[in-house]
C-alpha cells in the first residue's frame, strides 16, 4: 500500500505538489458555498480533507469502486435536487463535485492537468453569479497560484517563491493580449455571462402589491438603476420613476389583471422634457422604470395604454437607455369607459367601514360647493377642484388629520385589510397608503389605481449621477378627474412628505431597520460610499456594459471608419500578431543578453571601438589573436590593447570575478579612444 501511495507521487511530483492542487481547487470552489446545496459543500469539504490527510499520511488512495459510486449517488442527488443536469445551478454544482472527486484518483500527471483545468473553469463559473469588481479581483488573486501550481507540475525543483514570480510574470505579460482582444474582439447582444432563464435570480419590484412587499424591498440596499440627467435634474419630489400599474384588488393583494385591448397612450405636454439615460440593473422582469411620463426610449420598447414601458422579454443583464420624459402633463383626459369601469371595481363586500366614510365623503362633496382650482405644482401634482377632487382632499385631511404612522413595521392585517388599517393599527408603510386610498377613492365613485416603481434618489456628485436603490421602493395612486386625465396622487406624502423631500431615512422613527448606509452616516462612510459607487459604476459601463453600441462608438473615436466586424476581425488579428512579434524580440533578446556575461559584453564593445577604426574582429579570430593583430595595426594603442584583452581573459577565463577587476575593465573600456 506504502509502494503504492510512493508511486502516485513520485509519478505526479511531491506531496507539496498534492497541496497546491488542493489550494486551486479550494480556491475556486469556496466562493461557490454559499449557491451550492449543503449537502454538496459539506461532501466537497470531506472529500478535500481526506485527499489531503492521504497526502499527509502517505496512504494509499481509494479503490475506483468507491469513487464510481459516490460519483453516481452525488450525481442522483444533484439530479433529484435540480430535476435536471443542465443549468446554471446543477451544472455548476455537478462541476464542483467531480472536481473534487478528481483529487481523489490523482495517479499520473494527466491528472493534476485536468484538476487544474477544473479549477480553471470552475472560476470562470463565478461570473454566472456575480461580474463585481471583487469577483473579478478574487479572481486574479486565484489565477498567480494556479498558474504555480501548474509550474510546479512541470518543474518540482523550483522554489515556492519562483514559482509565483514567474506566475505573476507570465499573466503580466498577458495583459496587452487581454487588452486588444477585450478592445477588437467582436461583441455580442446579450449578456456574455449568463445561461437561458437561470442566468439572473428576479430581484426588485413585482407586479403584485401586497402589505409588507414594498417594507420587506425597502431593507435592501441593492442599486436598481442609476440615471444620468442631460441638464438640469428635476427636484427629488418629482422624481416618480414609474413602474408596475397595478388595477385589481381581491382584499389583500394587487395585480396588474387583464385589460383586453386598449387604445394607445395619448399624453398631452404641459412643460419642457427632461432628458437623462438609465442603466439598469438586470431584474428578470419586463419592464423598464422612467420618471412620470415617458415619451420617447432609445431602444425598442412598448408603452401600454397605462403607460407602463415594457420590453418583449425580461431584462436579464444590465441595460443602458436614453429616456425622454413629460414631467408636466395630462395623461389620458379621454379614456375609455371600459377602463373606468376597471378603475371603480371593488372586491366583494369587504371593508364596509371604509365603503361608508368614502359615501359620507360622496355626499358632503356634492352637497357643498366645489372650491375654484389653484394651479400650484406641475402635472400630476396640480391641486384639484370639483367634487372628485374634494373627495381626495377629505381623502388626504383624513389621513393627516388621524394620526397615521409611516413605519416599516407595521401590525399584521385580517381579511378586512383597508378596515384594519384605516380604523385599527393605523400605522404601515407606502403600500398600505396607497392600497387604502384608492379603495376609498374607488369606493366613492373616483376612478383610481396603484402604481407601483420608485420615488427620489440619491445624488452621487463624484460621478454625476443619481443612484436609485431598492430601499427607494414606493407606491402611490392616480386617480381620474374629468378634463385632466390621470393624475398622481401620493397619499404618503400626507403622513410623511419627508418621505417624498428628503429619503425613506428621514421620514422613519424606526430608521435603525434600514440597512447602515441608508441611516443618517458621517460624511466621510458617504464619501467612500460615492467613491466605490462611482468605481463600481464605471466597471459597469466600460467593462460589462461595453456593447457593441460602445465598442463602435470608441473605435469610431480612436480613428476606425466605416467599423466593421470584418475590420475589427482584422485589427485584431494584425495587434495579436504585433504583439506577438514585440514580444519575440523581446524575448531574443533578453536570452541574448543572458548568454553574454558583464565580462564579454564590455569586451564585445571595445571590439566595436576597434572595428569603427577599421580594425574588424573576424568570426575565427580568438582574443590574444585579434589583440596581436590590432597591436600591429594600431602600436601607438598596443598597450592598452594588450590591458583590455588580459583583463578580459582573467575576467573570462582565468575565474576571476571580482566586482572590482570589472569596473576597472569598463574604466578602460570606456577610456579607450583610437
Known amino acids: ?26 480556491m475556486a470552489v469556496a466562493p461557490h458555498a454559499g449557491h451550492l446545496l449543503w449537502w ?39 439530479l433529484i435536487s435540480f430535476h435536471t443536469l443542465f443549468g446554471r445551478e446543477a451544472g455548476v454544482t455537478l462541476l464542483v463535485l467531480l472536481a473534487a472527486l478528481k483529487m481523489l484518483e490523482l495517479r499520473a500527471a ?17 461570473f454566472f453569479y456575480s461580474q463585481s469588481i471583487s469577483a473579478a479581483l478574487f479572481m486574479l488573486a486565484t489565477l498567480p497560484a494556479i498558474v504555480a501550481t501548474w509550474l510546479h507540475l512541470q518543474n518540482g525543483a523550483l522554489s515556492l517563491n519562483t514559482r509565483l514570480r514567474m506566475a505573476a510574470v507570465l499573466l503580466f505579460q498577458a495583459i496587452p493580449l487581454t487588452l486588444v482582444l477585450f478592445i477588437l474582439f467582436p461583441r455580442v447582444q446579450g449578456p456574455l455571462w449568463g445561461l437561458p432563464q437561470d442566468a439572473y435570480a428576479s430581484s426588485g419590484l413585482d407586479d403584485k402589491m401586497s402589505p409588507g412587499s414594498l417594507s420587506r424591498l425597502s431593507l435592501s440596499d441593492a442599486v436598481a438603476f442609476r ?60 419592464w423598464l422604470f422612467a420618471l412620470e411620463m415617458p415619451v420617447r426610449l432609445s431602444i425598442p420598447s412598448e408603452l401600454t395604454y397605462d403607460f407602463q414601458l415594457h420590453q418583449k422579454s425580461a431584462v436579464p443583464a444590465r ?52 372650491p375654484q382650482p389653484s394651479h400650484e405644482g406641475k402635472g400630476g401634482n396640480r391641486a384639484l377642484a370639483g367634487v372628485d377632487e374634494t373627495i381626495v382632499r377629505a381623502a388626504l385631511a383624513h389621513f ?43 369606493a366613492a365613485g373616483v376612478p383610481a389605481r396603484v402604481v407601483t416603481g420608485y420615488q427620489g434618489g440619491e445624488l452621487n456628485d463624484l460621478g454625476g449621477y443619481f443612484i436609485i436603490r431598492q430601499s427607494d421602493a414606493h407606491a402611490w395612486a392616480e386617480v381620474w378627474l374629468r378634463g385632466r386625465g390621470w393624475v398622481r396622487v401620493d397619499p404618503t406624502a400626507a403622513i410623511a412628505p419627508a418621505r417624498v423631500q428628503s429619503g425613506l431615512a428621514a ?19 458617504r464619501n467612500l460610499r460615492f467613491n466605490l459607487d462611482a468605481l463600481t459604476n464605471r466597471w459597469n459601463q466600460w467593462v460589462l456594459g461595453y456593447d457593441p453600441e460602445r465598442q463602435f462608438a470608441f473605435l469610431t473615436r480612436m480613428g476606425m471608419e466605416a467599423v466593421t466586424w470584418q475590420k475589427m476581425a482584422l485589427n485584431m488579428l494584425g495587434g495579436v500578431a504585433l504583439l506577438v512579434a514585440a514580444f519575440a524580440l523581446f524575448m531574443l533578446r533578453r536570452l541574448y543578453a543572458r548568454n553574454t556575461d558583464a565580462a564579454q559584453r564590455l569586451y564585445l564593445r571595445f571590439c566595436r571601438k576597434l ?64
Open 110 to 126: 494527466r491528472d493534476a492537468v485536468i484538476v487544474i483545468y477544473l479549477a480553471c473553469f470552475i472560476l470562470i463559473t463565478h
Open 227 to 286: 440615471a444620468t440627467f442631460a441638464g438640469k435634474p428635476p427636484m427629488r419630489e418629482q422624481m416618480y420613476w414609474r413602474g408596475p400599474v397595478l388595477w385589481e384588488f381581491d382584499g389583500r393583494t394587487w395585480t396588474p389583471g387583464k385589460a383586453g385591448r386598449a387604445k394607445p397612450a395619448q399624453l398631452d405636454s404641459l412643460d419642457s422634457p427632461s432628458e437623462y439615460t438609465v442603466t439598469l440593473e438586470p431584474h428578470n422582469k419586463p
Open 40 to 78: 454538496v459543500s459539506a461532501l466537497c469539504a470531506v472529500l478535500l480533507g481526506w485527499r489531503a490527510y492521504l497526502a499527509y499520511s502517505g496512504a494509499s488512495l481509494p479503490p475506483r469502486w468507491l469513487l464510481l459510486a459516490i460519483t453516481l449517488g452525488g450525481t442522483g442527488g444533484i
Open 1 to 26: 500500500m506504502k509502494k503504492t501511495a510512493a508511486k502516485n507521487i513520485r509519478e505526479i511530483g511531491s506531496a507539496h505538489l498534492i497541496y497546491g492542487l488542493l489550494a486551486c481547487t479550494l
Open 400 to 442: 393627516n388629520r388621524e394620526q397615521f404612522r409611516y413605519t416599516l413595521e407595521p401590525l399584521l392585517l385580517g381579511a378586512n385589510s383597508v378596515d384594519d388599517f384605516l380604523f385599527g393599527t393605523r400605522e404601515g408603510f407606502c403600500e398600505h397608503y396607497a392600497s387604502s386610498f384608492v379603495f376609498l377613492m374607488r
Open 611 to 674: 572595428a569603427r577604426g577599421g580594425i574588424a574582429r573576424a568570426a575565427h579570430e580568438g582574443a590574444q589573436d585579434f589583440a596581436a593583430r590590432a597591436s600591429r595595426m594600431k602600436p601607438q594603442h598596443a598597450a592598452a590593447i594588450a590591458d583590455i584583452t588580459a583583463r578580459y581573459l582573467a575576467l573570462r577565463y582565468g575565474g576571476q570575478s571580482e566586482s572590482g577587476a570589472l569596473a576597472a575593465m569598463r574604466r578602460a573600456v570606456a577610456a579607450f579612444r583610437l
Open 319 to 370: 441595460l443602458r437607455y436614453s429616456v425622454r420624459s413629460q414631467l408636466g402633463y395630462r395623461a389620458n383626459a379621454e379614456e375609455e369607459p371600459r377602463q373606468l369601469q376597471r378603475a371603480l371595481s371593488v372586491p366583494g363586500d369587504l371593508n364596509p367601514r371604509a365603503r361608508l366614510l368614502a359615501a359620507e365623503w360622496r355626499i358632503q362633496a356634492e352637497a357643498v360647493p366645489p
Open 507 to 525: 421620514s422613519l422613527p424606526d430608521s435603525a431597520a434600514l440597512p447602515f448606509f441608508e441611516r443618517n452616516a458621517s460624511p466621510w462612510l
